[in-house]
């Protein structure tokens, strides 16, 4: 079955330090990631996708993500840390299927950032 | 960017009582949308695709006749929850899939803020 995996329900951090949240995929075909964030109450914000090209991509907030083929992981980082990124983040792919294309989400892992 | 709106935000009502959940694509036409169900720290359930101007297509185990959905233009779906009991209480989220940001079916979906539905 194809899937996502957040292996940590949380991360802690402190605010200045550099954060990376991890993803996981198992997908059939070329792989198409995304990142979303999810503030208390609210809906998710898009961040960042991978289609092809660059392994590297970057995103809104100066949040990047790392797509590593072999790994088949899709790791979100952001060099320094603030206060205000704690929430819950989301990886998803898109799963390609007869009845049309759907995200299907990681567990979520829920960000700390200290001061 | 790509705005989804949905309303009302937040909703308390009796059993037995239906409720509609409007979600709008503010700045572009879908065709696509989808209607998301998320429990208290769980990840996002996908109960049904909302296509413009055909039937929804819902997930296994999603009442169809429940969670009526209907997409009458290319910015509003609207979910109805029917008969409402308490254990349809949830956060309901919407997303609308806008075309202009991908290709080859890889478009990005952009989600509203949600919605609190409490069925007493």
């Known amino acids: 079955a194809q899937s996502v995996a957040q292996p940590e329900d949380q991360v802690n951090v402190a605010e200045g330090n550099p954060l990376t949240v991890k993803c996981t995929y198992s997908v059939s075909g070329n792989p198409y990631l995304f990142w979303y964030v999810q503030y208390p109450n609210r809906g998710l914000q898009f961040l960042l996708k991978?289609?092809?090209?660059?392994?590297l991509v970057k995103g809104s907030y100066g949040f990047e993500a790392e797509f590593n083929k072999s790994q088949t992981s899709f790791h979100l980082k952001k060099p320094s840390a603030l206060v205000s990124d704690s929430a819950l983040y989301f990886c998803a792919a898109l799963i390609l299927t007869g009845g049309g294309n759907k995200l299907t989400f990681g567990t979520g892992t829920q960000l700390k950032v200290e001061l | 960017g790509a705005v989804v709106s949905q309303h009302p935000s937040r909703v308390i009502c009796k059993s037995g009582t239906s409720v509609k959940i409007e979600c709008r694509s503010l700045d572009f036409q879908a065709t696509t949308m989808f209607w998301y169900r998320q429990f208290p720290k769980k990840s996002l359930m996908l109960m049904a695709t909302s296509n413009e101007g055909s039937k929804a297509t819902y997930e296994q185990g999603v009442e169809k006749d429940k969670f009526l959905i209907n997409h009458a233009s290319l910015t509003l779906s609207t979910l109805t929850v029917t008969s409402a009991h308490p254990e349809d209480s949830s956060f309901y989220i919407c997303s609308a899939r806008d075309l202009r940001s991908g290709g080859g079916g890889a478009d990005t979906q952009y989600f509203g803020p949600g919605t609190r539905l409490t069925v007493l």
């Open positions: 991978y289609i092809t090209g660059d392994n």
